[in-house]
């Protein structure tokens, strides 16, 4: 499965980004699909993570109320819609696939990453 982020850049306090992940190479609709991100100097952490058919999505809590992780199958692509973002959300975004059912929240659970893409909010 090739996988390919997009949609990152820089946004002010408050602001709003809609992150893009379309997948290539395997039935989209057999995977979960999670969002990591990883800020300079730091491990990389789970965002969000959304069930095969779209129907359960999982966020850690400093995202929960703001970040809304979602699924079209038909186009084989996820996406992760981020509003009223903070300096703290500053970092690499990641998208993930995982085969199985299990909606994992560890990185390593998943097989499949995206190149990363960077989302920078200023203050």
């Known amino acids: 499965v090739q996988l390919q982020a997009s949609g990152g850049g820089l946004v002010q306090a408050g602001g709003s980004l809609r992150l893009s992940c379309a997948a290539s190479?395997?039935?989209?609709?057999?995977?979960?699909m999670g969002w990591f991100r990883q800020a300079l100097g730091l491990e990389r952490e789970f965002v969000a993570a959304?069930?095969?058919?779209?129907?359960?999505?999982y966020y850690t809590d400093s995202v929960k109320g703001r970040f809304t992780i979602s699924r079209d199958n038909a186009k084989n692509t996820g996406y992760l819609q981020m509003n009223s973002l903070k300096p703290e959300d500053t970092a690499v975004y990641y998208c993930?696939?995982?085969?199985?059912?299990?909606?994992?929240?560890?990185?390593?659970?998943?097989?499949?990453w995206g190149q990363g893409t960077q989302v920078t909010v200023s203050s």
């Open positions: 993930a696939l995982r085969s199985g059912s299990y909606v994992a929240t560890n990185a390593p659970a998943y097989a499949y």
């Open positions: 190479g395997r039935t989209f609709s057999n995977y979960v």
């Open positions: 959304i069930n095969r058919s779209g129907g359960s999505a």
